[in-house]
């Protein structure tokens, strides 16, 4: 049993069954035992990789991306260049490098990292020695400023709460304990008047998830951008409104028993865009754009056949692994996919089309 383990059937015995959602955020963030709190996930040795972890050319065009946006905004200085869940701050590490040609943009940029691990808040530190950053326990704290901001695969590791219909009503899918397990039940039914939209494209048993912390880092992004323009450029897994059990568990590269061994695996909820993007009803959005496509737009066959000149044996054979990697349809090309959210009225950013 994992240590994590013991604490939550303890409190679960004295208290009662506990919302998917405090679980996840328990696993993941826990001060002792959590996930992220006590290590570094990423990488061949960890439990899983990201886009920025696979290849620079991922920062590389995001950040290109950004500041283009930023021109093409009238290049308001200064500005706060935001990443909630940094990571190891590779994304950032490389949207900097690439940005550092984009007259007044280094000048302008405050960079501001929203990260809950200390593990990993060690982790940005070191690769980002070389460039002024700050850190946040949330957004609420951003400065009141212009704000382009990149979350990459930041909501996915947000709290869920599951309900499952059950006539006109919900259950919750909560976590109990049987013989003194960890076990996944079900709430009495009851009405959910924030699930009521949910009525029409549901049916009986099917499963809907919702993420209790979204609405407030979208108000603190869209109350931002609304006053002093800027850009929420979000990427993840995950499609237009959700439905389904997306709950899962990472470990090692594989998927994973999520009830077991508590704080040893990544847990992650499939992101419902819709509901980010009504989280912010005063910003317009893109159309949701799938990775392969957005990358596409920004230039990543230029940039993997410029890169490539210079390669060769298995470093070349890694370079073109990673571009399969982050483009193809059968690996993160569509199943990741991309939502800039901009003032109304201002131009978004390349790669990104109007609904
Ligand atoms: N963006 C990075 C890391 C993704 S993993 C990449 O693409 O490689 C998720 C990140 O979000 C980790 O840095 C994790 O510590 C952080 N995180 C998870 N929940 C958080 C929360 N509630 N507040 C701030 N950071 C959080």
């Known amino acids: 049993m994992s240590a994590l383990a013991g604490h939550l059937i303890a409190r ?77 701050g590779t994304l950032m590490a490389d949207i900097w490098r690439a940005t550092r040609a984009v007259p007044g943009f280094h000048a302008a940029a405050q960079i501001h990292l929203i990260e809950a691990s ?24 951003l400065p009141d400023t212009p704000l382009w901001l990149v979350a990459n695969e930041f909501f996915d590791a947000l709290p869920v709460r599951q309900f499952q219909r059950s006539g006109d009503a919900w259950r919750e899918r909560v976590i109990g304990l049987r013989d003194g397990r960890l076990t996944l039940g079900l709430t009495d039914p009851a009405p959910r008047v924030e699930l009521a939209h949910r009525l029409a494209d549901t049916r009986d048993s099917d499963i809907v998830e919702i993420c209790p912390d979204a609405p407030r880092i979208m108000a603190a992004i869209e109350a931002r951008i609304t006053r002093h323009g800027g850009a929420a450029l979000i990427v993840d897994y995950g499609g237009w409104r959700s439905l389904g059990d997306t709950f899962q568990a990472v470990r090692a590269h594989r998927f994973a028993d999520p009830l077991a061994a508590p704080g040893t695996a990544d847990l992650t909820a499939h992101v419902d865009f819709e509901a980010i993007a009504g989280a912010a009803p005063r910003l317009a959005h893109s159309a949701l754009t799938p990775q392969e496509l957005l990358l596409k737009r920004l230039g990543i066959d ?7 000149q210079n390669l060769s044996g298995a470093a070349l054979e890694q370079h073109r692994a990673a571009f399969h990697r982050l483009t193809d349809a059968a690996e993160m090309g569509t199943l990741f996919k991309a939502l800039a959210l901009v003032a109304p009225g201002a131009p978004l950013p390349p790669g990104f089309d109007p609904v």
């Open 12 to 88: 679960i015995a004295a208290t009662g069954p506990m919302t998917l959602a405090d679980y996840m955020r328990a696993c993941l963030l826990d001060p002792r035992y959590g996930y992220y709190a006590t290590r570094d996930p990423f990488g061949a040795a960890g439990d899983f990789t990201t886009a920025p972890e696979i290849s620079q050319m991922y920062g590389e065009l995001i950040g290109l991306c950004l500041a283009q946006n930023w021109l093409d905004q009238g290049a308001p200085a200064p500005f706060a260049l935001a990443e909630p869940g940094p990571g190891r």
């Open 118 to 141: 200390p593990t990993l808040r060690d982790a940005q530190a070191r690769r980002l020695a070389d460039v002024p950053v700050s850190w946040h326990e949330s957004l609420d704290t």
């Open 302 to 308: 230029a940039r993997a056949a410029h890169l490539a």
